[in-house]
């Protein structure tokens, strides 16, 4: 059983540079692409960033370019997600995602039907 385990997150001003991370047990981790969404209050849950799972691909909403930056330690089974810049748009729960690696997932990294499980997710929170 494949369970992710996110941790970080919090109160944080704007401007902040929190890292929130997520940690993979019970299958191989480097089977996996790995992605983080967001769900903001009575909002619907939209695609952060996502990674293959060699690391070598990359992907973000526009909204995060340039400000985010995901990675991940196959030897530790965690992927992280640097934060900078935050925005107070940037508040929402952060969740967590891993997908069986495929050639279909390079074209919809950014669907969560595409992600197999899924953290239980951690708040962020930017105060202006």
């Known amino acids: 059983q494949v369970q992710l385990v996110e941790s970080g997150g919090g109160l944080v001003q704007a401007g902040g540079s929190p890292r929130i991370s997520c940690a993979l047990s019970g299958r191989t981790f480097s089977s996996y692409a790995m992605g983080w969404f967001r769900q903001a209050l009575g909002e619907e849950r939209e695609f952060v960033a996502a990674?293959?799972?060699?690391?070598?691909?990359?992907y973000y909403t526009d909204s995060v370019k340039g400000r985010f930056t995901i990675s991940r330690d196959n030897a530790k089974n965690t992927v992280h997600l640097q934060m900078n810049s935050l925005k107070p748009e940037d508040t929402a729960v952060y969740y967590c995602a891993a997908a069986h690696m495929s050639p279909h997932y390079y074209s919809h990294y950014d669907v969560t039907n595409e992600y197999d499980y899924w953290g239980q997710g951690t708040q962020v929170t930017v105060s202006s």
């Open positions: 990674i293959s799972w060699n690391g070598i691909k990359t």
